[in-house]
C-alpha cells in the first residue's frame, strides 16, 4: 500500500527500500500526516504524544512497501495460538 494511502493512520513498512536498502520504519510505526509522490510527512510515536514537530521521508521512502500498522496487529485468533504453542516448545 501506498503512503498516501494510509494518511491520518499509523504505518509500517513491510521492506527495506530499493534504491538505499534502507530498513527504517519496519519495526516501529509512524503516524502518517501528509504524503505525495515524492515525499512522506510524518510523526514518531513518542513526537506525536509530545507534540513536536514531524519529520520528512524523501522519495525512496514513497513506494508500496507500506501497511496500516492496526490491520497488522489484529492477527486472527489461530495465529495467536500457534505463536503461544511456538513459544512453549522452543522453552
Excluded at 491520518?8 to 500526516?33: C, H, M, N, Q, V
Excluded at 513526537?47 to 525512496?60: A, E, H
Amino acid at each position: 500500500m501506498k503512503a498516501n494511502q494510509l494518511i491520518g493512520k499509523w504505518a509500517i513498512r513491510t521492506k527495506r527500500t530499493r534504491e538505499i536498502g534502507d530498513g527504517s520504519y519496519t519495526d516501529s510505526p509512524i503516524f502518517i500526516l501528509k504524503a505525495t509522490d515524492n515525499h512522506i510527512i510524518f510523526a514518531h510515536y513518542e513526537t506525536f504524544l509530545r507534540g513536536g514537530r514531524p519529520s520528512i521521508l524523501n522519495d525512496d521512502f514513497c513506494d508500496n512497501n507500506w501497511i496500516d500498522y492496526k490491520k497488522l496487529i489484529k492477527l486472527p485468533f489461530w495465529v495467536k495460538v500457534l505463536k503461544i504453542i511456538a513459544y512453549k516448545f522452543i522453552k
